[in-house]
């Protein structure tokens, strides 16, 4: 399937560190992009790089996009209690934007 | 800021009833879709909308499932005889581009229990 998959499930940081996950996909995406899931909610775009980027940075994330080892990383840094949340990978093909199964991010006061 | 909406948050419903969960997405948006999330599991595509008609779908979309725009701002999804399995956070979302050039953007989400 074309999905990404996040590595690692479930991240506990304290406020102030960076964290740090993980996607990797299976076959040739036109882009990539970051989501954020608060318990309960709807998700939330955080970035889109295509596959012709390698590097991306908005405000406190930064995305690096692999198409070689067909993986991407998403860095948050200076982490706060408000990032607690997950966040999901989604790789475009076909048209169409499919999720992995995220990284549930804990960050600690 | 605009905004996708969705109605209801929340409906429990008995084995074999129909539903139906209504979106309402941003004025200007030309896709639609419609996703689902199992509890504590990953976001699966359902299907996509397009010019008034299903761009793509996915297996999950059988028979039991349609989605219509009845109007130039409804977008519904139809789940004809519910199944416990259906039982799901059902996600609406929209775009003004494909996934190919831009974000989604997602409405809360309505909560389906099958009993």
């Known amino acids: 399937s074309q999905q990404g998959e996040e590595d690692p499930q479930a991240l506990s940081i304290q406020e102030g560190e960076n964290a740090t996950m993980n996607c990797s996909y299976k076959?040739?995406?036109?882009?990539l992009q970051w989501y954020r899931q608060n318990s309960g909610r709807g998700l939330v775009h955080l970035i889109l790089?295509?596959?012709?980027?390698r590097e991306k940075h908005s405000g406190r994330l930064r995305v690096t996009l692999d198409t070689s080892k067909k993986s991407s990383s998403l860095l948050i840094t200076a982490s706060r209690a408000a990032d607690t949340a997950s966040y999901f990978c989604?790789?475009?093909?076909?048209?169409?934007?499919?999720f992995g199964a995220g990284t549930t991010v804990t960050v600690r006061a | 800021e605009p905004e996708v909406t969705q109605t209801p948050s929340h409906q429990v419903t008995q084995m074999g009833q129909e539903v139906i969960l209504r979106c309402v997405p941003i004025?200007?948006?030309?896709?639609f879709y419609w996703y689902r999330q199992i509890l504590g599991q990953k976001v699966e595509f359902l299907v996509s909308?397009?010019?008034?008609?299903?761009?793509?779908k996915s297996e999950i979309f059988d028979d039991q499932f349609s989605v219509e725009r009845p109007d130039g701002s409804n977008f519904t999804l139809k789940i004809r005889s519910t199944k416990l399995e259906d039982s799901a956070m059902y996600f609406c979302?929209?775009?003004?581009?494909?996934?190919?050039?831009?974000?989604?953007?997602f409405g809360e989400g309505s909560r389906l229990t099958v009993l």
């Open positions: 979302a929209s775009s003004v581009w494909t996934p190919r050039t831009g974000e989604l953007f």
């Open positions: 076959t040739s995406i036109n882009n």
């Open positions: 790089i295509r596959s012709n980027e």
């Open positions: 989604a790789t475009e093909s076909d048209y169409k934007l499919s």
């Open positions: 004025s200007n948006h030309l896709y």
């Open positions: 909308f397009y010019n008034n008609e299903i761009s793509e």
